[in-house]
């Protein structure tokens, strides 16, 4: 019981952390992750089709003077896989349970990106692009947690305050599953 009232006179907050949440300990930026993805492995995975270049390519000519990310890729390329299966033959798709809303008003600038499903590149540009995504925030993951002693204070914030957190992260890594102790509950059952 002492430990259950304890618990019961602690404040409760929920927190919200976005992007951005863990760049003061160390976490890649989205530019980061994107300058890894387009220096480094795009050429080994996409040397067939070009397709993650190209698209990278358009996109930061679109997008200039900011900078296109990995996420802006990774939405093209889901929209190009929807859009091509309409584009290139609509009629087995007349029936489809999900047809894109805008497709009946809209023309592809760039064909050569619009293959839909004969012809799987898109689908493998995507596949690479999540595999490589998913490697850097590894990465930074196990890089976390060899130096977490550097970042003491943030494991501190979250366990030694008087607080019950709530938290949320939309962020890609696990740093607050390695800085929590023991007893939190991520929500996911055991399988």
Not at 4 to 11: A, F
Not at 40 to 64: M, P, T, W
Not at 101 to 112: E, G, N, V
């Amino acid at each position: 019981m002492k430990d259950l009232s304890c618990i019961m006179n602690k404040k409760r907050i929920t927190v919200l952390i976005g992007a951005g949440g863990a760049i003061e300990i160390g976490g890649p930026t989205t530019n980061d992750i994107t300058q890894k993805i387009i220096k480094h492995r795009i050429d080994l995975i996409d040397y067939k089709s070009g397709i993650l270049k190209n698209v990278y390519k358009i996109i930061e000519k679109y997008y200039q003077p900011d900078i296109a990310n990995f996420e802006h890729l990774m939405h093209i390329l889901e929209m190009l896989n929807t859009y091509g299966k309409i584009f290139e033959d609509p009629a087995p798709y007349r029936i489809a349970v999900y047809k894109p809303l805008l497709a009946p008003f809209i023309k592809p600038r760039y064909k050569r990106f619009f293959k839909g499903y004969k012809d799987i590149s898109v689908q493998l540009a995507m596949r690479y692009l999540i595999e490589i995504i998913a490697d850097e925030i590894d990465n930074y993951n196990e890089d976390f947690i060899k130096t977490e002693k550097t970042y003491n204070w943030y494991k501190d914030f979250w366990n030694k305050s008087n607080v019950n957190w709530d938290i949320t992260t939309l962020n890609y890594d696990m740093t607050i599953e390695h800085s929590l102790d023991e007893n939190f509950e991520d929500g996911f059952e055991p399988i």
